[in-house]
């Protein structure tokens, strides 16, 4: 695909929600949504790829997700199962090439059998360049932010760092987006304005766009909107 944008940001964040609003507009189940949300996830990950975007990562499962019924936790996480079955077929078909994949959350609290997919497609996918894609699952910023002061402490302890040796970037690296850029672009379709718990440290400096359209109506022309309102942002951070 030719250059389509002149501003496109490196690391764009999605928060794929309304997928039960669309569901119950419709009159089906909210599972049905969740389904077609699935997908809508993987034609906008393709979609990335193809303009160019380096990073994108997708909100897809909260730390406070668990609080629904046992049945939407189970369809939720059964998509999740035959997504991470795809992806491994497929990068080991060497089709998707090009895909590195990595997962944002907690794993402990996760299937077991769901875990040892995760750990594989990233092992497997760990060498493609094309496009980074982060999927956070079972993610909350105040968990990650636990587990990330938690493992600072233990190397204060093993006398690995001192309590100065504390910075920004040491933190940043405790996260579970260790070593990516910060998003530049935050986008939340189905009109709620908050954050949810998502991406919190590294949203300091991001770009919010919400749009009023439910994630399974999300298209590549919502894309293409939030994009060339992006580019018209005047990013400061905290300059003239
Ligand atoms: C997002 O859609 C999917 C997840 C949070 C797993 P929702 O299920 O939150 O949809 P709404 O917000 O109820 O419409
Ligand atoms: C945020 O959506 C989490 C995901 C999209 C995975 P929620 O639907 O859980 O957020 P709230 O409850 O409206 O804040
Ligand atoms: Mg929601």
Not at 32 to 46: L, N, P, Q, R, Y
Not at 184 to 189: K, M, T, Y
Request: some cysteine; proline content about 3%.
């Amino acid at each position: 695909m030719e250059k389509k944008f002149e501003v496109l940001p490196e690391h764009i964040a999605i928060i794929m929600d309304g997928n039960g609003r669309w569901a119950k507009n419709r009159g089906l189940k909210r599972t049905e949504g969740h389904k077609v949300g699935a997908k809508v996830f993987e034609e906008i990950c393709e979609y990335c790829a193809e303009i160019g975007v380096k990073y994108v990562t997708f909100y897809a499962f909260s730390t406070e997700n668990w609080k629904r019924s046992k049945l939407e936790v189970t369809a939720i996480m059964n998509l999740f199962r035959g997504y991470l079955d795809r992806m491994q077929e497929r990068v080991l078909e060497n089709e998707q090439a090009g895909y590195r994949i990595r997962f944002l959350g907690a794993r402990e609290g996760m299937p077991k059998d769901i875990v040892s997919r995760m750990d594989d497609v990233e092992r497997r996918s760990a060498d493609k360049t094309r496009i980074n894609i982060n999927i956070a699952v079972n993610y909350g910023s105040r968990d990650e932010i636990v587990h990330g002061v938690r493992d600072i402490v233990r190397e204060i302890q093993n006398g690995k760092i001192s309590a100065d040796d504390i910075t920004e970037e040491l933190i940043s690296s405790h996260l579970y987006t260790a070593g990516q850029p910060d998003p530049d672009l935050i986008i939340r379709p189905s009109g709620e304005y908050r954050l949810s718990n998502y991406l919190m440290w590294q949203a300091a400096y991001s770009e919010i766009y919400i749009d009023d359209v439910l994630w399974p109506d999300y298209t590549p022309a919502d894309l293409d909107r939030a994009i060339a309102e992006y580019a018209k942002r005047n990013r400061r951070f905290g300059g003239v």
